[in-house]
């Protein structure tokens, strides 16, 4: 079956390099037998590109990049007196430029070329096919209409990279601002075509990674809002993706864990129980999976925990019993250290709480 997961293709940064390689090379061969057949006489077949030249294979950030953060520029500012340009997030945490050492007297925003970059995201990974049979040979010159998507995977899996790349240098701002143009993306063809399970799973996929990029800024209130989003769209996905499963089950922690920050334990407790019967089912339905196990289990804890705290002591016991039950019968492979590990962290867990059991009240 193929996973309907969004983003599948999103290369991760340790993969650029051997992307670049190849790409520059099958652009090169491109070139080289296009002159030929202009040389010969033949058609030749001219793949549509972005504005700027670039395609997804051949991409280069280049001059467009923050070398900070690794992603396109976002608020590009420059150094004074250097001149050297990187993200105003980024640069501000710096007293020397990080290129060439010079003292930074002052930043200045560099609003020409954050529109030129601007014009770039704006244009990547729209042109995607030409409407003319590539198979078939035309006349020399003939002009060739090209059409102009307005959303497609690829553009999303870009706008996502770009997104991740930023976020994890710190740089939130920036990857909220890619993660937005992606889901107004998203949004516009759900307008168009009506809900599929690959845009909503794509758009719940966003919704949530939002909802993180809120949480990062201190932004409670509208993490709690993408993230309920977030579930609404992926609840309208029928399948038996783990995936799309775990996006769902994760993103309904998410705001059981707002709202338990913020004193709402009741609430919290209601999205806890919910990512639990995801999980459940999921376990239910598809062949378990030592992760899944493992899920249940911290879900098991979650809503144990909350149940404590509102004075269900009896509720809780039971359900840090289960997760300790689950855990003891979870058998695996020698080469899956990273489970076993987290297994004994939450086993341990668990067990402390049973040990910390809440004293009888009544004389």
């Known amino acids: 079956m193929t996973p309907v997961y969004p983003f599948v293709k999103v290369a991760r940064p340790d993969e650029a ?3 670049k390689v190849g790409g520059n090379q099958n652009k090169h061969q491109s070139g080289q037998e296009g002159k030929a057949k202009q040389e010969s006489g033949e058609s030749a077949t001219i793949s549509p590109k ?29 150094c004074v007196p250097c001149s050297h340009v990187y993200c ?14 010079a003292d930074i007297e ?41 059409i102009y998507e307005d959303v497609s995977l690829e553009r999303g899996a870009f706008l996502v990279q770009q997104a991740m790349r930023a976020f994890r240098a710190h740089n939130v701002e920036s990857a909220k601002s890619r993660l937005s143009l992606c ?52 609840k309208k996905v029928h399948t038996d993706d783990l995936e799309i499963i775990h996006t769902l089950s ?19 407790r209601s999205y806890y129980f919910q990512s639990l019967n995801v999980r459940r089912d999921a376990i239910k339905n598809i062949p378990s999976s030592p992760s899944q196990i493992l899920d249940v289990a911290v879900s ?37 250290v ?10 341990e867990f668990l067990k402390n709480q049973l040990a910390e059991k809440q004293p009888d009240p009544t004389p």
């Open 106 to 146: 002052k930043i200045e925003a560099d609003t020409n070329l954050q529109t030129v970059v601007d014009r770039f995201i704006e244009g990547h990974a729209r042109i995607k096919r030409s409407q003319v049979n590539t198979d078939q040979e035309e006349a020399v010159g003939e002009k060739k209409t090209v």
């Open 183 to 234: 889901s107004e993306d998203i949004r516009e063809q759900l307008e168009r075509t009506g809900s599929t399970s690959e845009l909503c799973s794509q758009l719940g996929a966003v919704l949530g990674m939002l909802g993180d990029c809120c949480r990062a800024l201190g932004d409670t209130g509208s993490a709690v809002t993408y993230f309920e989003e977030s579930v609404d769209f992926l």
């Open 300 to 336: 098991l804890a979650k809503v144990a925990d909350v149940d404590r705290n509102i004075g269900n002591e009896d509720v809780a016991i039971e359900g840090f019993q289960e997760a300790i039950k689950l855990l003891d019968s979870l058998s695996l492979k020698s080469e899956e």
């Open 17 to 19: 390099s051997s992307k």
């Open 250 to 268: 994760v993103s309904l922690n998410k705001v059981g864990d707002l709202k338990y920050y913020g004193g709402d334990l009741q609430g919290a």
């Open 50 to 78: 972005c504005p700027f030249g670039y395609d997804s294979q051949s991409f280069k950030l280049g001059p467009f990049s923050c070398m900070i953060c690794q992603a396109l520029l976002f608020e590009s500012s420059k």
């Open 338 to 347: 990273g489970l076993e590990q987290r297994r004994l962290s939450v086993l």
């Open 88 to 101: 105003k997030a980024c640069i501000s945490r710096f007293k020397d430029c990080p290129l060439c050492g």
